[in-house]
């Protein structure tokens, strides 16, 4: 199934707002680093810098799912699942016009990581027993 023109042409131009707003943020001052005489200063920066690498992280994990969202709309791929080439609903692209995976797929991707975290916990504990 692929999304009639004007639909995907909707799903495009939301695609390239997000990718330009995402760009205009990148800013990467705050992560230099700034020496103060006092100690908590330097904490309270170190913090700061921390939180802008993060967030700079999340903006170029996000852009970088945008711009895939747009190499699929080019390919004729956009709207099907890449994990089981089903189509992702209207309304998961309509509130995240950059997924890649139906809803099924992805709570099976979100669970994954937590039963291996749950399974490495369980054989730690067993171990330590």
Not at 10 to 33: Q, S
Request: charged share 35%; with cysteine; net charge negative.
């Amino acid at each position: 199934m692929t999304l009639p023109h004007d639909e995907l042409e909707h799903f495009r131009r939301e695609l390239e707002a997000k990718r330009a707003d995402l760009a205009g943020h990148r800013n990467p001052e705050g992560i230099a680093i700034e020496r103060t005489p006092d100690s908590m200063d330097e904490l309270v920066l170190a913090s700061e810098r921390d939180l802008t690498v993060e967030r700079l992280n999340r903006e170029t994990f996000l852009l970088r799912q945008v711009a895939d969202a747009l190499d699929r709309i080019a390919t004729g791929e956009y709207g099907i699942c890449l994990e089981c080439e089903e189509p992702i609903s209207a309304k998961r692209l309509t509130a995240l016009p950059w997924a890649a995976l139906c809803l099924s797929c992805q709570e099976a991707a979100d669970r994954e990581p937590s039963e291996q975290t749950m399974a490495r916990r369980s054989s730690a504990i067993a171990e330590a027993a």
